[in-house]
């Protein structure tokens, strides 16, 4: 189990994380969301005992990340690199050796892994010779084949096409179902509602949204309005607790303030009998995503 | 420990396996072989004239055929034919040797663009024969005649005045000395160059594509550059090994070249056992290893691939410094040499020169040395440190500002804890 408790970093001036706290346990996985600048590969690092944190504990099954606990860790850098001249079976044995594991392993599960993740390309090529893709499920292969116990993933899916982010996902699901805890990046919503079973979001170091993406979602309510009626933008804006009024064609999308305003919309606009469409919902990851960010900062 | 092995095999194998150690390697003892083949081909086309001996003794002819070391000898009955061999261009000198009442007057006649003959030796052995005859004349016997000839003898020896106490070594050493002093500056800054340089592009490089973040959360960094530093010293103690290996292999056949044997004929052996040659080493393993832990820090400070050769300045500008004192010292001590050389990095190159040249003491060299260790300890010391914070600074303002952000990150690491 990873324990993250009041974690704070600053550098000079700047409060580049503040406060933070989490937990995942074994066979979980937390997507850590927030717009470039955030503080998410700051939580990583300091995580990775890269840089120390001002306050706050970062506990691993109770007692802090040691150097006797690099083998049970994968880790995916943000900014991807390996060897480019170098041979991929010998690379990913040389990190693999640096983790603990036998060459004699790796080279057995080498062609399981190539085949998971879809690797174009032979064991023996260099790897400057693969596409940049391809050159990143190497890496991806380099972080999880030791098949580590805690797993921090900075942006997994930038760079791959939707079949190969799905593969990527497979393989995700994969590590979570051997117990691991995985906690991973992202500053966009895809793929991220269907991996993830808790969500921190980070704006400006400050931690804005967290619990389950259920917990999460259920909270806001149902505060997105679908409506087609004789109502005018004009009226439908004038209703207290309206905050925002999309409108394409005769439909509208309503943003609403507490999903109790939308009782006093339906009342009005079936004031004279059928209307055609009246769906409330609960905003998407996406939406509260983009809620948050473009909140004003507290 | 043993994650420090897989880290210095690695740069090892992979560094074995490349042209451009490979090339490092091998170059000198190209380089060497090719000149020493020249200067053997040059010595061997230039030195052999063929002379032809015209006498109508043979025991004349056989004597200089015996005695002309350096020259093909032909021996000839009558003068004609020996002149047409020389028009025929198969000589390159004849020699005439008339004996009229035991008198020796020869005559030597050389063909214009011919092979130089010396005429020094062709002298010496008419002497010698003409003495011989005299001998024989004057009924002197061998033992007399050596007595004759027996020359005087001068025995030189330098006397070095050192803590008012006089102590003597001979010219050889001196010679010896002076040669080593230059082999060890040349070496020096051939080695360390190349050995600093290959290890500050192995760091660059590794950060600057950022593979050092994985690294990094496998190993600590001390451990890694620990692991790296002893994979290329390694390299270093391969490359020696090859080289004695080779000298060992190569010796033999080496000395019996003329060129060799007048090269090595100055060189006193011993200086290599005796202290100074102890005191030689122990600079140069200070050296490379300085600078290795030079080159580790400015390796680390790069932002990416780019700014690697920026990395590698700073330990070619230190060594060419060390090689200039050096040059300077053998024109002669000054007090800036002096002091320079019990400062670490130059002083590893500058102190044995003036060792060499008998302006400073063992004891001098042990302090510069001790100098230099306690040096070595704390850079060494240091160097991991910055290196901890320097590997995962980014930094595209350049070198200064890299330098500048690893100190700020040091202290805020040291408030943090
Ligand atoms: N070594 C450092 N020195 C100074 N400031 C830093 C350092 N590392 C990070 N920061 C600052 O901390 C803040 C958080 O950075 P961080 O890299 O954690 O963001 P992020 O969420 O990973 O963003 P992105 O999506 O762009 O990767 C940024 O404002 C960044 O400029
Ligand atoms: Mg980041």
């Known amino acids: ?298 | 420990m043993h994650k420090m092995l897989i880290i210095a095999k690695q740069v090892f194998m992979k560094n074995v396996r490349s042209a451009s150690w490979i090339f490092l390697v091998l170059s000198p003892v190209l380089l060497l072989g090719i000149s020493i083949g020249i200067g053997h081909l040059v010595q061997s086309s230039q030195s052999k004239p063929t002379i032809g001996v015209v006498s109508s003794v043979p025991a004349i002819r056989k004597n200089f055929a015996d005695s002309l070391p350096g020259m093909k000898v032909k021996e000839y009955h009558s003068q004609d034919k020996a002149e047409t061999a020389m028009q025929n261009k198969k000589l390159d000198a004849v020699l005439a040797v008339p004996i009229k009442n035991g008198e020796i007057a020869a005559n030597l006649q050389l063909r214009d663009g011919g092979k130089v003959v010396s005429t020094k030796t062709i002298q010496a052995v008419l002497s010698q024969i003409q003495l011989q005859a005299q001998a024989t004349k004057l009924n002197l016997n061998s033992e007399q005649l050596q007595a004759l000839l027996k020359p005087a003898v001068l025995r030189s020896k330098t006397v070095v005045v050192d803590h008012g106490k006089a102590s003597t070594k001979n010219q050889k050493t001196d010679t010896s000395n002076h040669l080593i002093a230059v082999a060890i500056t040349v070496l020096m800054l051939v080695f360390t160059l190349s050995y600093g340089s290959m290890i500050a592009q192995e760091i660059a490089t590794e950060k600057g594509s950022r593979i050092m973040e994985t690294i990094l959360s496998s190993v600590s960094a001390t451990t890694q550059f620990f692991g790296k530093l002893a994979g290329i010293l390694a390299l270093l103690v391969v490359n020696i090994l090859f080289y004695l290996l080779l000298i060992l292999v190569a010796w033999k056949p080496l000395m019996k070249i003329d060129i060799v044997k007048t090269m090595l004929g100055n060189f006193d052996f011993g200086v290599l056992t005796s202290t100074n040659g102890l005191i030689f080493c122990v600079f140069f393993i200070l050296a490379v290893l300085t600078y290795s832990v030079l080159a580790a820090l400015t390796g680390s400070l790069v932002a990416n691939q780019e700014q690697v050769q920026q990395a590698v300045m700073p330990i070619s500008m230190i060594g060419l410094l060390g090689y200039v004192f050096a040059l300077a010292v053998q024109g002669g001590d000054s007090l800036i040499v002096k002091i320079v050389s019990y400062l670490p990095f130059v002083g590893a190159s500058v102190m044995p020169v003036r060792l060499a040249m008998s302006f400073a003491t063992v004891g001098d060299a042990w302090i510069s040395i001790l100098i230099s260790v306690i040096f070595l300890i704390l850079f060494t010391w240091f160097t991991a440190k910055a290196y901890k914070s320097n590997v995962l600074v980014y930094n595209q303002g350049g070198f200064l500002k890299s330098i500048r952000s690893t100190f700020s990150i040091m202290n805020a690491e040291r408030k943090s804890k």
């Open chain 1, 1 to 298: 189990m990873l324990e993250i408790r009041g974690l704070t970093k600053t550098f000079g001036s700047m409060v580049a994380l503040d406060d933070e706290s989490f937990t995942i346990q074994p066979g979980e996985i937390m997507g850590l969301i927030g717009q470039n600048g955030a503080g998410k590969t700051t939580t990583f690092r300091m995580i990775l005992n890269f840089i120390t944190p001002d306050h706050g504990d970062i506990l691993w099954d109770g007692h802090p990340l040691t150097s006797e606990d690099y083998d049970i860790l994968g880790y995916l850098p943000e900014e991807r690199g390996l060897y480019p001249k170098m041979r991929i079976n010998d690379q990913i044995a040389y990190f693999a050796q640096l983790r603990g594991m036998k060459v004699r392993d790796v080279n057995a599960q080498l062609d399981q892994w190539f085949k998971r993740f879809n690797v174009k390309g032979k064991k023996t090529d260099k790897l400057k010779d693969l596409s940049k893709g391809n050159q990143q499920k190497i890496q991806l292969i380099t972080t999880l084949i030791h098949m580590p116990k805690l797993i921090i993933l900075d942006e997994p899916f930038s760079g791959l096409d939707p079949v190969n982010a799905s593969l990527l996902q497979d393989g995700i699901n994969m590590m979570r179902d051997s117990g691991a805890c995985i906690i991973y990046s992202s500053h966009d919503m895809s793929n991220v509602e269907a991996l993830s079973d808790k969500l921190i979001m980070l704006k400006n170091g400050k931690t804005v949204l967290n619990g389950t993406v259920d917990e999460i979602r259920n909270s806001y309510g149902r505060i997105k309005l679908f409506i087609e009626s004789n109502l005018t933008r004009d009226e439908l804006t004038s209703f207290d607790g309206v905050i925002d009024v999309k409108h394409e064609g005769n439909r509208f999308e309503l943003m609403l303030k507490s999903p109790e305003v939308g009782q006093e919309i339906f009342v009005a606009a079936t004031k004279n009998g059928y209307i055609p469409e009246f769906s409330q919902q609960a905003p998407t990851l996406d939406e509260i995503f983009r809620m948050k960010v473009g909140e004003a900062d507290a």
